[in-house]
């Protein structure tokens, strides 16, 4: 029986490597998001405490010098979060380029999967015919052999 080769196997094999390299991109560019995301949240975090912080002072005696500090270091939270937040939106810009690669080289891929499973199915309709045309000629040369057999004993 024949086997099946096909013909630009390599080139698909440079697709699922291509495919995987997309989708280690992906994912690491998703890390990157998602701790940039967390790293916002603790910023949050940290200036809703100083936050806090403000309004208890204000509501005891009042410190002049603790508030200022809690001012100035919520001042500095808020520009930390909005550096933050560009730093994220960057980020999200590489997560959807290499979003979009992927969704290429994923495309890439299943097309040529598919031109190989279209010359598979060639190859086997080929197989077929030929597989036919053998038994075809075993069936002929028997119908022959015995039409001869017959002949020769009836002489």
């Known amino acids: 029986m024949a086997k099946f080769r ?3 196997q390599n080139v698909l094999d440079v697709k699922y490597k291509l495919e995987d390299q997309a989708k280690t991109a992906f994912s690491q560019a998703q890390m990157k998001v998602n701790e940039a995301q ?3 949240q603790l910023l949050v975090q ?3 405490g100083y ?3 403000k309004q208890c002072l204000m509501q005891n005696r009042l410190d002049v010098r603790k508030l200022n500090e809690c001012q100035q270091a919520i001042e500095t939270m808020e520009y930390y979060e909005r550096n933050q937040k560009k730093k994220i939106a960057a980020l999200e810009a ?3 380029n290499a979003r979009r690669k992927l969704q290429e080289a994923m495309i890439d891929r299943k097309t040529h999967e598919k031109l190989k ?3 598979f199915q060639v190859f086997l309709q080929e197989l077929n015919e ?3 045309k053998e038994i075809d000629e075993l069936v002929s040369f028997q119908h022959n ?3 001869e057999e017959e002949s020769l004993s009836e002489n």
Do not use: A, C, I
């Open 51 to 53: 936050e806090e912080q």
């Open 117 to 119: 499973d279209n010359e």
């Open 6 to 8: 096909y013909s630009m």
């Open 38 to 40: 967390e790293q916002l």
């Open 145 to 147: 052999k015995t039409e």
């Open 46 to 48: 940290r200036r809703e």
């Open 130 to 132: 030929q597989e036919k």
């Open 94 to 96: 590489v997560l959807d």
